[in-house]
Protein backbone atom coordinates (compact mmCIF):
# COMPACT_ATOMS: atom_id res chain seq x y z
CA UNK A 1 0.00 0.00 0.00
CA UNK A 2 1.41 3.16 -1.21
CA UNK A 3 1.84 6.55 1.29
CA UNK A 4 -0.50 8.38 -0.72
CA UNK A 5 -3.27 5.30 -0.77
CA UNK A 6 -2.13 4.41 2.76
CA UNK A 7 -3.12 8.09 3.74
CA UNK A 8 -6.60 7.82 1.88
CA UNK A 9 -7.66 4.64 3.38
CA UNK A 10 -6.51 5.79 7.15
CA UNK A 11 -8.86 8.83 6.32
CA UNK A 12 -11.84 6.64 5.25
CA UNK A 13 -11.18 4.97 8.80
CA UNK A 14 -11.31 7.40 10.58
CA UNK A 15 -14.49 8.64 9.70
CA UNK A 16 -16.27 5.69 9.86
CA UNK A 17 -15.16 5.16 13.32
CA UNK A 18 -15.99 8.48 14.40
CA UNK A 19 -19.49 7.70 13.60
CA UNK A 20 -19.82 4.82 16.00
CA UNK A 21 -19.52 3.91 19.74
CA UNK A 22 -16.01 4.06 21.16
CA UNK A 23 -14.03 2.61 23.66
CA UNK A 24 -13.70 4.02 27.19
CA UNK A 25 -10.52 2.27 27.81
CA UNK A 26 -8.18 -0.40 25.23
CA UNK A 27 -5.76 -2.81 26.95
CA UNK A 28 -3.02 -3.67 24.35
CA UNK A 29 -0.98 -6.95 24.55
CA UNK A 30 2.24 -5.81 22.79
CA UNK A 31 3.08 -8.88 21.05
CA UNK A 32 5.90 -10.18 18.58
CA UNK A 33 8.62 -7.56 18.93
CA UNK A 34 11.50 -10.01 18.70
CA UNK A 35 10.06 -11.72 15.27
CA UNK A 36 10.00 -8.54 14.26
CA UNK A 37 13.46 -8.07 14.99
CA UNK A 38 14.27 -11.06 13.70
CA UNK A 39 12.05 -10.49 10.23
CA UNK A 40 13.98 -7.19 9.50
CA UNK A 41 17.42 -8.18 10.14
CA UNK A 42 18.37 -7.20 13.19
CA UNK A 43 21.48 -8.98 14.82
CA UNK A 44 19.78 -9.13 18.51
CA UNK A 45 16.16 -9.81 18.51
CA UNK A 46 16.24 -8.34 21.57
CA UNK A 47 16.30 -4.69 20.23
CA UNK A 48 12.80 -5.67 19.10
CA UNK A 49 11.73 -4.36 22.51
CA UNK A 50 13.69 -0.60 21.63
CA UNK A 51 11.36 -0.43 18.80
CA UNK A 52 8.66 -1.72 20.32
CA UNK A 53 8.32 0.87 23.19
CA UNK A 54 9.21 3.63 20.85
CA UNK A 55 5.83 2.22 19.08
CA UNK A 56 3.88 2.64 21.66
CA UNK A 57 3.89 6.38 21.59
CA UNK A 58 3.06 6.70 18.63
CA UNK A 59 -0.25 4.26 19.69
CA UNK A 60 -1.24 6.38 22.52
CA UNK A 61 -1.15 9.50 19.83
CA UNK A 62 -3.37 7.40 17.88
CA UNK A 63 -5.50 7.15 20.87
CA UNK A 64 -5.41 10.57 21.98
CA UNK A 65 -6.56 11.90 18.52
CA UNK A 66 -9.77 9.49 18.30
CA UNK A 67 -10.42 10.52 22.23
CA UNK A 68 -9.77 7.12 24.03
CA UNK A 69 -8.94 8.37 27.48
CA UNK A 70 -7.88 5.04 29.54
CA UNK A 71 -5.40 2.52 28.12
CA UNK A 72 -3.12 -0.42 29.49
CA UNK A 73 -0.07 -1.48 28.04
CA UNK A 74 1.27 -4.87 28.73
CA UNK A 75 5.08 -4.87 28.61
CA UNK A 76 6.28 -7.07 30.96
CA UNK A 77 4.70 -10.42 32.58
CA UNK A 78 5.30 -11.86 35.97
CA UNK A 79 6.39 -15.13 33.35
CA UNK A 80 8.64 -13.14 31.71
CA UNK A 81 10.64 -12.32 34.54
CA UNK A 82 10.41 -16.26 35.12
CA UNK A 83 11.67 -17.78 31.90
CA UNK A 84 13.61 -15.22 29.97
CA UNK A 85 17.09 -15.04 30.21
CA UNK A 86 18.75 -12.74 32.25
CA UNK A 87 20.52 -10.80 29.57
CA UNK A 88 16.80 -10.33 27.46
CA UNK A 89 15.40 -9.19 31.11
CA UNK A 90 18.35 -6.95 31.78
CA UNK A 91 17.80 -5.14 28.15
CA UNK A 92 13.78 -4.94 28.47
CA UNK A 93 14.10 -3.71 31.91
CA UNK A 94 16.55 -0.70 30.51
CA UNK A 95 14.11 0.15 27.76
CA UNK A 96 11.27 0.20 30.46
CA UNK A 97 13.25 3.21 32.35
CA UNK A 98 13.80 4.96 29.22
CA UNK A 99 10.36 4.77 27.81
CA UNK A 100 9.26 6.25 31.31
CA UNK A 101 11.87 8.49 32.16
CA UNK A 102 11.74 9.96 28.32
CA UNK A 103 8.58 9.62 26.58
CA UNK A 104 6.13 9.34 29.44
CA UNK A 105 7.38 11.40 32.57
CA UNK A 106 7.67 14.46 31.21
CA UNK A 107 6.82 18.28 32.17
CA UNK A 108 4.39 18.24 29.17
CA UNK A 109 2.90 14.78 29.60
CA UNK A 110 -0.44 14.29 28.18
CA UNK A 111 -1.08 10.89 29.92
CA UNK A 112 -1.13 10.52 33.74
CA UNK A 113 0.90 7.44 34.37
CA UNK A 114 0.03 4.59 36.83
CA UNK A 115 1.64 0.84 37.23
CA UNK A 116 0.09 -2.27 37.34
CA UNK A 117 2.28 -5.39 38.63
CA UNK A 118 5.07 -6.49 41.33
CA UNK A 119 7.27 -3.50 41.81
CA UNK A 120 9.21 -5.65 44.36
CA UNK A 121 9.65 -8.24 41.39
CA UNK A 122 11.57 -5.58 39.70
CA UNK A 123 15.14 -4.35 39.07
CA UNK A 124 15.32 -0.75 41.73
CA UNK A 125 16.11 1.06 38.94
CA UNK A 126 13.31 -0.09 37.07
CA UNK A 127 11.00 0.39 40.27
CA UNK A 128 12.26 3.90 40.83
CA UNK A 129 11.90 4.89 37.18
CA UNK A 130 7.65 3.63 37.24
CA UNK A 131 7.04 5.16 40.29
CA UNK A 132 8.89 8.66 39.26
CA UNK A 133 6.74 8.57 36.33
CA UNK A 134 3.94 8.18 38.13
CA UNK A 135 4.57 10.97 40.69
CA UNK A 136 5.65 13.86 37.60
CA UNK A 137 2.54 12.78 35.83
CA UNK A 138 0.46 13.01 38.82
CA UNK A 139 -0.72 16.62 38.15
CA UNK A 140 -1.09 16.11 34.03
CA UNK A 141 -4.95 17.61 33.38
CA UNK A 142 -5.45 16.06 30.39
CA UNK A 143 -7.94 13.41 31.81
CA UNK A 144 -5.80 10.34 29.66
CA UNK A 145 -4.51 7.68 31.61
CA UNK A 146 -2.24 5.24 30.67
CA UNK A 147 -0.87 2.07 32.59
CA UNK A 148 2.20 0.54 32.40
CA UNK A 149 1.62 -3.28 33.13
CA UNK A 150 5.30 -4.44 34.30
CA UNK A 151 6.10 -7.39 36.13
CA UNK A 152 2.07 -7.99 36.02
CA UNK A 153 0.15 -11.43 35.81
CA UNK A 154 -3.60 -11.40 36.18
CA UNK A 155 -3.80 -14.71 39.04
CA UNK A 156 -1.17 -12.89 41.28
CA UNK A 157 -3.25 -9.50 41.27
CA UNK A 158 -6.27 -11.33 42.01
CA UNK A 159 -4.29 -13.17 44.88
CA UNK A 160 -2.89 -9.65 46.46
CA UNK A 161 -6.20 -8.13 46.05
CA UNK A 162 -8.20 -10.78 48.41
CA UNK A 163 -5.22 -11.19 50.71
CA UNK A 164 -5.08 -7.14 51.23
CA UNK A 165 -8.91 -7.92 51.31
CA UNK A 166 -8.10 -10.25 54.11
CA UNK A 167 -5.61 -7.79 55.83
CA UNK A 168 -8.13 -5.60 56.12
CA UNK A 169 -11.15 -7.39 57.79
CA UNK A 170 -8.06 -8.89 59.90
CA UNK A 171 -7.13 -5.41 61.28
CA UNK A 172 -11.25 -4.53 61.78
CA UNK A 173 -11.20 -7.63 63.87
CA UNK A 174 -13.82 -10.17 62.21
CA UNK A 175 -13.18 -13.91 61.74
CA UNK A 176 -12.18 -15.56 58.68
CA UNK A 177 -15.86 -16.72 58.75
CA UNK A 178 -17.65 -13.26 59.08
CA UNK A 179 -14.99 -12.50 56.28
CA UNK A 180 -16.15 -15.17 53.51
CA UNK A 181 -19.93 -14.50 54.69
CA UNK A 182 -19.83 -11.11 53.44
CA UNK A 183 -17.35 -11.11 50.77
CA UNK A 184 -18.26 -9.42 47.41
CA UNK A 185 -16.93 -8.67 44.50
CA UNK A 186 -16.67 -5.16 45.33
CA UNK A 187 -13.98 -6.37 48.01
CA UNK A 188 -11.75 -7.77 45.51
CA UNK A 189 -12.26 -5.36 43.06
CA UNK A 190 -11.04 -1.93 44.88
CA UNK A 191 -7.99 -3.75 45.73
CA UNK A 192 -6.94 -4.78 42.16
CA UNK A 193 -3.72 -2.90 41.10
CA UNK A 194 -6.42 -0.63 38.58
CA UNK A 195 -9.03 0.12 41.28
CA UNK A 196 -10.68 3.37 40.05
CA UNK A 197 -10.17 3.10 36.60
CA UNK A 198 -12.78 1.57 33.86
CA UNK A 199 -12.24 -2.04 33.16
CA UNK A 200 -11.33 -2.33 29.75
CA UNK A 201 -13.73 -2.30 26.46
CA UNK A 202 -11.71 -3.75 24.06
CA UNK A 203 -8.88 -5.87 24.33
CA UNK A 204 -5.84 -5.87 21.21
CA UNK A 205 -3.40 -8.58 20.72
CA UNK A 206 -0.82 -8.11 18.08
CA UNK A 207 1.04 -10.43 16.03
CA UNK A 208 -1.18 -13.38 15.75
CA UNK A 209 -1.58 -15.32 19.32
CA UNK A 210 -4.78 -16.02 19.83
CA UNK A 211 -4.89 -15.94 24.06
CA UNK A 212 -5.05 -13.23 27.05
CA UNK A 213 -1.41 -14.85 28.49
CA UNK A 214 -2.85 -13.87 31.82
CA UNK A 215 -3.30 -9.99 30.91
CA UNK A 216 -6.31 -8.00 33.28
CA UNK A 217 -7.96 -11.39 33.80
CA UNK A 218 -10.82 -9.85 36.81
CA UNK A 219 -11.08 -6.73 34.27
CA UNK A 220 -11.84 -8.51 30.77
CA UNK A 221 -14.98 -10.34 31.61
CA UNK A 222 -16.60 -8.39 29.63
CA UNK A 223 -14.13 -6.84 26.89
CA UNK A 224 -14.36 -7.11 23.65
CA UNK A 225 -11.15 -9.09 21.86
CA UNK A 226 -9.30 -7.96 18.88
CA UNK A 227 -6.35 -10.05 17.41
CA UNK A 228 -4.15 -8.37 15.05
CA UNK A 229 -1.72 -10.45 12.76
CA UNK A 230 0.95 -7.61 12.75
CA UNK A 231 3.62 -7.24 15.15
CA UNK A 232 3.77 -4.86 17.68
CA UNK A 233 6.79 -2.68 16.19
CA UNK A 234 4.22 -3.32 12.51
CA UNK A 235 0.89 -2.26 13.91
CA UNK A 236 -0.01 0.54 11.79
CA UNK A 237 -2.94 3.06 12.51
CA UNK A 238 -5.00 1.44 9.55
CA UNK A 239 -4.52 -1.48 11.85
CA UNK A 240 -5.60 0.14 14.96
CA UNK A 241 -8.23 1.96 13.29
CA UNK A 242 -9.76 -1.76 11.67
CA UNK A 243 -9.78 -2.63 15.68
CA UNK A 244 -12.17 0.29 16.43
CA UNK A 245 -14.10 -0.65 13.66
CA UNK A 246 -14.81 -4.29 14.76
CA UNK A 247 -15.64 -2.72 18.11
CA UNK A 248 -18.27 -0.52 16.86
CA UNK A 249 -20.18 -3.19 15.12
CA UNK A 250 -20.26 -5.29 17.88
CA UNK A 251 -23.24 -5.92 20.38
CA UNK A 252 -22.00 -5.64 23.83
CA UNK A 253 -23.38 -8.68 25.62
CA UNK A 254 -22.35 -8.31 29.98
CA UNK A 255 -22.67 -12.07 30.31
CA UNK A 256 -25.18 -13.33 27.67
Not at 120 to 136: G, I, Y
Not at 193 to 203: C, E, N, S
Not at 219 to 231: D, M, N, P, R, V
Request: charged share 25%; with cysteine; proline share 3%.
Amino acid sequence: MTGLVHALYARRLRRQVAGGPLPEHVGLIMDGNRRWARRAGLDDPSLGHEHGAAHAENVLAWCETIGIRHVTVFLCSTENLQRRGDAEIAFLMRVIERMAAERLAREDARWQVHVAGLLDALPDSTARALKDAVEATRACTTGAHVTLAVGYGGRQEVTDALRDHLYERAEAGDSLREVAAALTVNDIARHLYTAGRPDPDLIIRTSGEQRMSNFLLWQSAYSELYFCEATWPAFREIDFLRALRSYATRRRRYGG
